[in-house]
Nanobody, 119 residues
Framework: QVQLVESGGGLVQPGGSLRLSCVAS????????VGWYRQAPGKQRELVAT???????DYVDSVKGRFTISRDSARNAVHLQMNSLKPEDTAVYYC?????????????WGQGTQVTVSS
């Protein structure tokens, strides 16, 4: 089992910045991939950014150039630096940790952290 703790959400004005963190503990083996998802009220959960083995990153178009995902392997942590925030970035943000096990991939989810962008 892998436990995830997210932090860093909050209220910020448009144009501001926040840094989300996802720290994993438990039975962690080789790193495979971690993603940050978000879900706004009345909308489906969407994938925002991913980092995979080899530090390969990918982003949804709406956050490219504003968000940066990074990995701290020494601390089993993944961060999401969010700059130039917009009201449409308001959502609950979730960390998803993928871990290989016996020929399959297990999915673990954090509890979510609220990000509100408003003046």
């Amino acid at each position: 089992q892998v436990q995830l703790v997210e932090s860093g959400g909050g209220l910020v004005q448009p144009g501001g910045s926040l840094r989300l963190s996802c720290v994993a503990s438990g039975r962690i083996f080789s790193f495979y991939a971690v993603g940050w998802y978000r879900q706004a009220p009345g909308k489906q959960r969407e994938l925002v950014a991913t980092v995979a083995a080899g530090d390969v990153t990918d982003y949804v178009d709406s956050v490219k150039g504003r968000f940066t995902i990074s990995r701290d392997s020494a601390r089993n942590a993944v961060h999401l630096q969010m700059n130039s925030l917009k009201p449409e970035d308001t959502a609950v943000y979730y960390c998803n940790w993928k871990q290989p096990r016996a020929g399959t991939i297990d999915d673990y989810w954090g509890q979510g952290t609220q990000v509100t962008v408003s003046s």
